[in-house]
């Protein structure tokens, strides 16, 4: 089966961090990625991790740790326009063949003055 | 930057009717895929194309959706007979190999509304 969690909401203060979770199951494993959405609108990229550790990318940063299944986006100097939906996604999927993405419900974030 | 563009934005069409959504996946890109999004609900895979025929699909993709690549550019999914529950954003994406550090970059949508 393929199953991906995180939190449903989460609020923040603008100038803050946070931190949202993310573990996994899922039949194959070939990388985890974090989309940001805003209403209406299409996933965007920010980050991918396909070995353990941390990837930064100026105010966000992901972790992954395969053996736990366990995964993280970290946004530092939040803004208002980070609020959004932050979408976990397993690419899912061996060496070859074609690597479909499943995603999390995402996580709704809303930042406050 | 190249992006990947879809038409319409916005497609309303009556319960039993055909519809096709339109996507140009960024020129380079060699694998294209098809997403939807139920209102409220996680994005889901629908069906992956590579080298003019499908590469995988997922049990919502049944014998009422189709996908083409009528020439070089253009890449389209088609709904013969619609249903209701067929109402969601359609996203389609591309990218650009298979390699575990490729990313799928993402359209604007298709809002499919169906009554």
């Known amino acids: 089966g393929q199953n991906i969690d995180q939190p449903t909401e989460m609020t923040a203060t603008e100038g803050a961090i946070v931190q949202i979770n993310c573990t996994y199951q899922t039949s194959g494993f070939n990388g985890l990625f974090w989309y940001q959405q805003h209403a209406g609108e299409a996933p965007t990229f920010l980050s991918y991790?396909?070995?353990?550790g941390l990837e930064e990318k100026g105010r966000f940063s992901s972790f992954l740790s395969r053996s736990k299944g366990y995964s993280y986006l970290l946004l530092k100097e939040l803004q208002m326009k980070d609020s959004a939906s932050y979408l976990c996604a397993v690419r899912d999927g061996e060496n070859t063949g074609f690597q479909k993405l499943v995603f999390g419900t995402g996580t709704r974030l809303l930042v406050s003055p | 930057e190249p992006e990947v563009t879809q038409t319409p934005s916005h497609q309303v069409t009556q319960m039993g009717q055909e519809v096709i959504l339109r996507c140009v996946p960024i020129?380079?890109?060699?694998?294209f895929y098809w997403y939807r999004q139920i209102l409220g609900q996680k994005v889901e895979f629908l069906v992956s194309f590579y080298n003019n025929e499908i590469s995988e699909k997922s049990e919502i993709f049944d014998d009422q959706f189709s996908v083409e690549r009528p020439d070089g550019s253009n890449f389209t999914l088609k709904i013969r007979s619609t249903k209701l529950e067929d109402s969601a954003m359609y996203f389609c994406?591309?990218?650009?190999?298979?390699?575990?550090?490729?990313?799928?970059?993402f359209g604007p949508g298709t809002r499919l509304t169906v009554l």
């Open positions: 020129s380079n890109h060699l694998y």
């Open positions: 994406a591309s990218s650009e190999a298979l390699q575990s550090t490729d990313t799928q970059y």
């Open positions: 991790n396909v070995l353990d």
